[in-house]
């Protein structure tokens, strides 16, 4: 079975600081990757996918995650957050062709001032 | 413009009673699930419909039915509302890979 990890369910920032959100995955199969952002009382917005191809892929808003196959890892990293990034961040996971996403437990993104 | 919508927005009601939440997308999409975000907000998935077939049931109790008329609309019919059943449920709609969410509904049960 198919499981998340996200490593800190917390991560408090200074805005214009760079900023990593873990996420390791388990699976035996060949998986598709995703991180979701949800700003609070809202729904949730993909933020970047890991399908095949190239291992550093690119995203909306500045981020960008990275596909470590030998690590089963899949971290978040934006190189400078601003105050409007305050937000929860999930990480997901699906086998290939399936339609099930699972989620990981997500991580609390706080920028400060 | 909406591409996933739901209603209500927020639904507070009564233990012991039956509730619908509503979902439409306008995407096209052919599948659509319901997920269940408890307070603690993990998400999991409980349903999943492909053209108005049931295609993923998560172990959820029978209180619970979702409905799909056609595959742009997927409803969940609760019976017998419990505490517990208080989270925020989100629909979804997938074609492919990615699976774009409408912006929940928030039940409360008293």
């Known amino acids: 079975a198919q499981s998340v990890t996200q490593l800190d369910s917390q991560v408090p920032v200074f805005e214009e600081a760079p900023v990593e959100l873990r996420c390791n995955y388990s699976?035996?199969?060949?998986?598709?990757l995703f991180w979701y952002v949800q700003y609070p009382n809202q729904g949730l917005q993909l933020l970047l996918k890991?399908?095949?191809?190239?291992?550093l892929v690119k995203g909306i808003n500045g981020f960008e995650a990275e596909f470590n196959k030998s690590q089963t890892s899949f971290h978040l990293r934006k190189p400078s957050v601003h105050i409007s990034d305050t937000a929860e961040y999930f990480c997901?996971?699906?086998?290939?062709?399936?339609?099930?996403?699972?989620f990981g437990k997500g991580t609390k993104l706080t920028v400060n001032p | 413009d909406t591409a996933v919508s739901q209603t209500p927005k927020y639904l507070v009601t009564q233990m012991g009673n039956d509730k619908s939440i509503k979902c439409e997308q306008n995407?096209?999409?052919?599948?659509m699930y319901w997920y269940k975000q408890d307070s603690k907000k993990f998400l999991k998935i409980m349903f999943s419909?492909?053209?108005?077939?049931?295609?993923i049931n998560e172990t959820v109790p029978n209180r619970f039915s979702p409905k799909s008329p056609d595959k742009a609309h997927l409803n969940l019919h609760i019976n017998s509302l419990e505490l517990g059943d208080s989270a925020v449920y989100f629909c979804?709609?997938?074609?492919?890979?990615?699976?774009?969410f409408g912006p929940g509904t928030r039940l409360t049960v008293l």
């Open positions: 979804a709609s997938s074609q492919a890979s990615e699976q774009f």
């Open positions: 699976s035996s199969v060949s998986v598709y």
């Open positions: 890991y399908l095949s191809g190239s291992t």
């Open positions: 997901a996971v699906n086998q290939g062709g399936s339609e099930k996403l699972v």
């Open positions: 995407l096209g999409h052919d599948t």
């Open positions: 419909y492909n053209n108005k077939e049931l295609i």
